[in-house]
Nanobody, 126 residues
Framework: QVELVESGGGSVQAGGSLRLSCAVS????????LGWSRQALGKEREGVAI????????YYADSAKGRFTISQDNADNTVYLQMNSLKPEDSATYFC???????????????????WGKGTLVTISS
């Protein structure tokens, strides 16, 4: 069992930055990927970034490339999503997730994952 708790959401103007944090606890050692997804109002959840613990290249959605960075602090079991040059279309609830094996696959831009946090709201104003 893995628990994930997101924080760091808020409201910023377009062009600004936010850093989301995800505190991970439980059976972390068995997870082979950690990631962030988002869901805007009225839209399907979409994958943003995945970090693979086995050393595979980090995955970023096209919308996140060059602006977002996912990272992990092993010392305190925290996963971060640094978001720069934010746009109004980045407004969404952002969810942290963890998975192992096939659950780390990206399918049609969506992450399968095994465990999900409850999300943190990000609002970008123009």
């Amino acid at each position: 069992q893995v628990e994930l708790v997101e924080s760091g959401g808020g409201s910023v103007q377009a062009g600004g930055s936010l850093r989301l944090s995800c505190a991970v606890s439980g059976d972390i050692a068995s997870m082979t990927c950690l990631g962030w997804s988002r869901q805007a109002l009225g839209k399907e959840r979409e994958g943003v970034a995945i970090l693979y613990t086995g050393g595979q290249p980090t995955y970023y959605a096209d919308s996140a490339k060059g602006r977002f960075t996912i990272s992990q602090d092993n010392a305190d079991n925290t996963v971060y999503l640094q978001m720069n040059s934010l746009k109004p279309e980045d407004s969404a609830t952002y969810f942290c997730a963890a998975g192992q094996g096939l659950a780390c696959a990206v399918v049609a831009g969506r992450f399968l994952m095994d465990y999900w946090g409850k999300g943190t709201l990000v609002t970008i104003s123009s």
